[in-house]
């Protein structure tokens, strides 16, 4: 069932909560990268995957940002929501952190990646618009308009 109608930033957004293993674990003792970029590239699936109501595909990682490390038992907390819409595209912001035995967060990572719906056909599809709601969110909606042409751009020119 298809349903285009718009959509708050709310209505998809997501939080996943991770305790470090030693299997997620680096030579160095922190959290491996290629274990959080798998976790990240879930959670965008499952936001974008909420928002269209359907199946979606990974088009880019637009922008990953590896702040801070995560050691083991450590308490990961993952974030995600849907920061700007495109035709049958979405853009969606995962903000990952590690807490504290106090439930105080520190950021680790942020990453954006453009998710693209598809049909039972195999075919892109469209999306749900977006209503934006906070100067916040607003601010994010700008942010992925700049990011959209940036994108386009690269393309011409083969990157």
Same mark, same amino acid.
């Given at each position: 069932?298809?349903?285009?109608?718009?959509?708050?930033?709310?209505?998809?957004?997501?939080?996943?909560?991770?305790?470090? %293993?030693?299997?997620?674990?680096?030579?160095?003792?922190?959290?491996?990268?290629?274990?959080?970029?798998?976790? @990240?590239?879930?959670?965008?699936?499952?936001?974008? %995957? *909420?928002?269209? !109501?359907?199946?979606?595909?990974?088009?880019?990682?637009? !922008?990953?940002?590896?702040?801070?490390?995560?050691?083991?038992?450590? @308490?990961? #907390?993952?974030?995600?929501?849907?920061?700007?819409?495109?035709?049958?595209?979405?853009?969606?912001?995962?903000?990952?952190?590690?807490?504290?035995?106090?439930?105080?967060?520190?950021?680790? !990572?942020?990453?954006?990646?453009?998710?693209?719906? @598809?049909?039972?056909?195999?075919?892109?599809?469209?999306?749900?618009?977006?209503? #934006? *709601?906070?100067?916040?969110?607003?601010?994010?909606?700008?942010?992925?308009?700049? *990011?959209?042409?940036?994108?386009?751009?690269?393309?011409?020119?083969?990157?």
């Amino acid at each position: 069932m298809e349903n285009k109608e718009a959509r708050t930033v709310e209505y998809s957004q997501t939080e996943t909560v991770h305790s470090l %293993r030693p299997t997620d674990i680096n030579g160095y003792g922190r959290l491996f990268g290629g274990q959080l970029m798998q976790w @990240i590239d879930e959670m965008a699936g499952i936001v974008s %995957r *909420r928002h269209c !109501n359907g199946q979606v595909t990974t088009a880019s990682v637009d !922008n990953l940002v590896f702040k801070k490390g995560a050691y083991i038992n450590q @308490i990961i #907390v993952m974030i995600g929501r849907v920061t700007y819409v495109g035709r049958t595209s979405m853009e969606v912001r995962v903000d990952t952190y590690k807490e504290d035995d106090h439930g105080m967060r520190t950021m680790i !990572n942020h990453a954006y990646l453009v998710m693209v719906s @598809i049909g039972d056909d195999g075919k892109a599809m469209e999306v749900p618009g977006l209503i #934006v *709601r906070t100067e916040a969110e607003q601010a994010e909606w700008e942010g992925g308009e700049k *990011r959209y042409a940036l994108r386009k751009e690269r393309r011409k020119e083969g990157y």
